[in-house]
C-alpha cells in the first residue's frame, strides 16, 4: 500500500488512469468508505471562487476510524496531505488538498445529533442548520450562532464562529465543552478543558492545523418562541459605535438578545443602498427623514429581541421602547417585525435563495473578514467605508462590536488587543465579470485595504485569514506564534493536515524549529 501511495505522489503521469488509481488507494486502506472521483472535479473549488486546486481524490468517509486510517496511512507516505471539506464554503481555499485527499465531512452526519437537557452530540460534519432544527424539537437550542447556518460544526469551531450573539455568550468556540479530534498522527482522541486540554483549545480556531473535529458538544439553553427584529438609521459613525457599544456592554437583562451593523450607500441601489434596510415589503426607508448634511454612506444597527408565545404583546412593546429610547438613531427611521425564532436564525437562507436565482451565488466572492480594535475603527471607516467603498461592495458591509472578554485566549484563534473590538465583513456579492468587476480587481481592492491598516500600524487581525508565506503567518498570530508551531509538532508533525491554508508544507515538512 505504502509503495502504491509513494509511487502515484512522485510519478504525476498524465497517461495513467485517476479512476484507477484512487480505487486503488481505497482498497489498500481497506476503508468502509467510498472514493467519489468524478466528485474531486467539486472539491477543487470553494464557495470564494478564487482558486481551483484538484485533488487525488474526493473520499467520503462512514466513520470517523476511517477518517484515523485515512491519516495514518498518509502518514507513511513522504507527501500525501489531508484536507477536511464541510460544505465548500471557504473562500480562499482552504479546503482543498494540492494532489492530496479531500474528505466530505458531510458524510459523517447522518442522524448525528443527539441532544441533552443542557447539550448535544454533533458530528463535525453537521450543518448548523440541521442542529437548530433538531435541537428545537427539544425547546431548545445552542447559544452562539453564526449568521450563515449552512456551514458544517467542525468547520465554524476550527475558526470561531461569530454572529449578533457573541457578545454575549462568545464565539462558538467559546461554547463548546469536549471535541473527538483525529490528530495528524490519526489518533482519535477525546478533549476538554480536563482531558487533552493542549489538543481541545489547540482545535478550536486551529484552522484545522492540529486535528480534523470528528464530533462536538455544543452547550444548549432554551429557545425563545419568537424575536422583535429592528433595524435603526445612523448617519454619523460616532453616534453608531457609541450606541453599539453601549449595548454590547450592558448586563444580559438591559439589552438586546442580539447586536449587529452594518453600513450602506446613501443611495437607492437594490443591493448596497437604502432600499437593503426595510425588514418587510410594506416598509420604505424615506430619505427625506435624513438630515441635509448627511454623507455617502449610512449606518444600520440591527437588534433583536427574544420573547415567547406566553409574553404579552404589551410587555414586548414596552421592553423595546424603553431600550430605544436611550439610543441616538435618526428620528423615525426605524424598522421592526415579529418572526419566529427558528425564521430569523435562517434569515440568510432566503439571501441565498435570490442569489442562486440571479446567478450571483456561484460567482466568486472575494470576501475579506477582519478584526479591527476599536482604538483604529474610526480611521478605518473614514478611509474605507466613506472613501474606497463608499458604492458598497454589492452584498452587505457588516461591523459590530464584540468583547475581547468573551473569548479564550487558550485557543489558537488570535483577535486585536482592547476590550472591544469590531467584526468588518465585506461580503462581495457581484454578477461574475463582465457583467461584475474582474475578480483580480476585487482581489486588489482587499489587499489595498489589508496594506493600508498594516502600513498605519493598526491593530486588527484577518479573521478566516488567508496569507501564503511563513512571515506573514508569524506576523499574524504574534507572539501565539511558538504556541501553534510547537501544538502543529505535537499533534501533526508531519503537517499532513489542513495543506490549503498554507501555514506548513508536507512536501519538504518545514514545520518551523
Not at 470561531?160 to 490519526?186: C, D, H, I, M, W
Request: one cysteine or more; glycine letters at 8%.
Amino acid at each position: 500500500m505504502i509503495a502504491y501511495l509513494e509511487r502515484f505522489v512522485h510519478e504525476n503521469d498524465a497517461e495513467s488512469n485517476q479512476d484507477d488509481d484512487v480505487s486503488t488507494i481505497s482498497n489498500a486502506l481497506e476503508l468502509k468508505s467510498t472514493i467519489d472521483a468524478a466528485a474531486a472535479v467539486s472539491a477543487s473549488k470553494d464557495f470564494g471562487g478564487i482558486y481551483s486546486v484538484e485533488p487525488l481524490a474526493f473520499l467520503k468517509p462512514s466513520s470517523t476510524e476511517d477518517v484515523a486510517r485515512l491519516i495514518r496511512a498518509a502518514s507513511s507516505s513522504p507527501n500525501l496531505t489531508v484536507a477536511a471539506r464541510g460544505n465548500g464554503h471557504s473562500i480562499n481555499g482552504q479546503a482543498m488538498a494540492d494532489r492530496g485527499i479531500v474528505l466530505d465531512m458531510r458524510s459523517l452526519a447522518t442522524g448525528s445529533i443527539h441532544v441533552g437537557s443542557a447539550y448535544a452530540d454533533v458530528s463535525g460534519g453537521a450543518l448548523w442548520e440541521e442542529v437548530l432544527k433538531r435541537c428545537l424539537e427539544f425547546g431548545l437550542a445552542p447559544r452562539s450562532w453564526t449568521d450563515y447556518l449552512s456551514l458544517t460544526v467542525g468547520g465554524t469551531l476550527s475558526n470561531g464562529g461569530v454572529s449578533g450573539q457573541a457578545f454575549r455568550y462568545g464565539p462558538q468556540t467559546s461554547n463548546v465543552t469536549e471535541l473527538e479530534v483525529v490528530n495528524g498522527k490519526g489518533e482519535t482522541l477525546i478533549c476538554s478543558e480536563s482531558e487533552n486540554p493542549d489538543l481541545f483549545f489547540g482545535s478550536l480556531g486551529g484552522l484545522g492545523q492540529f486535528g480534523i473535529i470528528t464530533r462536538a458538544r455544543i452547550l444548549l439553553q432554551p429557545a425563545p418562541d419568537m424575536v422583535r427584529w429592528i433595524r435603526l438609521v445612523y448617519t454619523e459613525f460616532e453616534d453608531f459605535t457609541r450606541d453599539a457599544e453601549f449595548l454590547v456592554t450592558r448586563s444580559e437583562n438591559d439589552s438586546f438578545d442580539y447586536v449587529e451593523g452594518f453600513v450602506f450607500s446613501n443611495n437607492d441601489n437594490p443591493l448596497t443602498g437604502r432600499p437593503t434596510v426595510p425588514l418587510h415589503p410594506t416598509q420604505e426607508f424615506d430619505p427625506n427623514l435624513l438630515p441635509r448634511c448627511t454623507g455617502s454612506v449610512l449606518y444600520c444597527l440591527e437588534l433583536a429581541l427574544h420573547y415567547n408565545n406566553t409574553d404579552h404583546p404589551s410587555t414586548v412593546d414596552t421592553a423595546v421602547t424603553r431600550q430605544l429610547a436611550r439610543l441616538g438613531f435618526v428620528e423615525r427611521l426605524e424598522f421592526q417585525v415579529d418572526l419566529s425564532y427558528m425564521e430569523f436564525l435562517l434569515r440568510v437562507k432566503r439571501a441565498e435563495e435570490d442569489a442562486k436565482a440571479n446567478g450571483m451565488w456561484d460567482a466568486p466572492h472575494p470576501w475579506l473578514n477582519l478584526f479591527v480594535s476599536k482604538s483604529d475603527v474610526a480611521e478605518f471607516d473614514r478611509v474605507v467605508f466613506k472613501n474606497l467603498l463608499k458604492e458598497g461592495v454589492g452584498g452587505p458591509m457588516l461591523i459590530y462590536p464584540l468583547l475581547r472578554s468573551k473569548w479564550d485566549n487558550r485557543t489558537s484563534t488570535v483577535l486585536p488587543d482592547g476590550e472591544i473590538f469590531y467584526l468588518v465583513a465585506l461580503l462581495r456579492f457581484s454578477p461574475a465579470y463582465p457583467k461584475g468587476p474582474s475578480v483580480d480587481k476585487l482581489i486588489d481592492q482587499n489587499k489595498d485595504i489589508v496594506n493600508y491598516c498594516f502600513a498605519k500600524g493598526f491593530d486588527f487581525k484577518l479573521y478566516l485569514p488567508h496569507y501564503r508565506t511563513e512571515k506573514e503567518w508569524k506576523r499574524h498570530f504574534g507572539n501565539q506564534w511558538s504556541r501553534f508551531v510547537q501544538r502543529k509538532l505535537n499533534f501533526d508533525p508531519k503537517a499532513i493536515l489542513a495543506p490549503g491554508q498554507k501555514i506548513f508544507s508536507r512536501r519538504i515538512n518545514n514545520i518551523p524549529q
